[in-house]
């Protein structure tokens, strides 16, 4: 999912040379949590090296994200802590925004904030896209997987009836 392209499309030069200016570079090992599902997160991350596995509680992985892909923006934008954790599956470094810095540079630069929004509403919209095709191509194959039972189903109860 290479979305970070979306919100880099949104913002002006000067957005994202902001944006590199204040964020901080973090690196994780293998293993290490970046978010944890129920905690809060006061950051936004973009992964710049590596992959992170995005996890359910029961540890069932729902998505891999890499490298320009985005964390964090459903608790930025919902203000809600994430359903889901994300931990790193290799070496991995994200740049990290603090929420507090880009809610700041939203109250100085109204026209920041639309751009960003906008911006992290497209993003969202194609990762729901994305979902949703992953989703139907799933059904599909489960409906295919059900034609194929039914199928071998009328074969045996047919040859059951000839054989008698």
Known sequence: MKNARYIAAGLSDA????????????????????VSAG??????????????????????QVARLGVGDVVGEMSFVERHSPL???LAEEPVEVLAIARKLIL???EEQPVFAARFYRALAIFLS???RETTAVVQAQAGEAQDDKDDRDARARFGRLFRRSAS
Do not use: C, H, Y
């Not at 957005?15 to 970046?34: A, I």
């Not at 809060?40 to 996890?55: C, D, Q």
């Open 39 to 60: 905690k809060p997160v006061n950051e936004i991350f973009f992964v710049l090296a590596g992959s992170v596995a995005v996890r359910l509680r029961d540890g069932t």
């Open 104 to 106: 700041d540079r939203f």
């Open 15 to 34: 957005d994202m040379l902001w944006l590199l200016s204040v964020g901080t570079l973090r690196s994780l090992q293998s293993g290490d949590m970046l």
């Open 126 to 128: 194609e990762r729901l």
């Open 84 to 86: 889901v954790s994300v």
